[in-house]
Nanobody
Framework: QVQLVESGGGLVQSGGSLRLSCVAS????????MGWYRQGPGKQRELVAT???????NYADSVKGRFTISRDNSKNTVYLQMNSLKPEDTAVYYC???????????WGQGTQVTVSS
């Protein structure tokens, strides 16, 4: 079965930075689109950023200019570099994969990010 494991969450002050990682296993990683989503307290899950198998990226308006998504196919890993963090970024961040040319998608268990005022 596909497995996604997130890491890198934690507590950071407003204006600080964190780098999240997601390692995928049991998958042809180069044939996937990867994404980061988040769910804040009392809120719905929302898209943060995506990256296709070819490296094209998209970002939510709320994180443009602050967050960067990237991937390393040799390590089966997708990253989310988060800079200039705000309290509004506090959420559980989830890694997602969608297999190219299929309807299959999978989710990790999430990693907590807390940004203090």
């Amino acid at each position: 079965q596909v497995q996604l494991v997130e890491s890198g969450g934690g507590l950071v002050q407003s204006g600080g930075s964190l780098r999240l990682s997601c390692v995928a296993s049991r998958i042809i990683f180069r044939a996937t689109s990867m994404g980061w989503y988040r769910q804040g307290p009392g809120k719905q899950r929302e898209l943060v950023a995506t990256i296709t198998s070819g490296g094209s990226t998209n970002y939510a308006d709320s994180v443009k200019g602050r967050f960067t998504i990237s991937r390393d196919n040799s390590k089966n890993t997708v990253y989310l570099q988060m800079n200039s963090l705000k309290p509004e970024d506090t959420a559980v961040y989830y890694c997602n994969t969608k297999i190219d040319y299929t309807s299959k998608e999978y989710w990790g268990q999430g990693t907590q990010v807390t940004v203090s005022s």
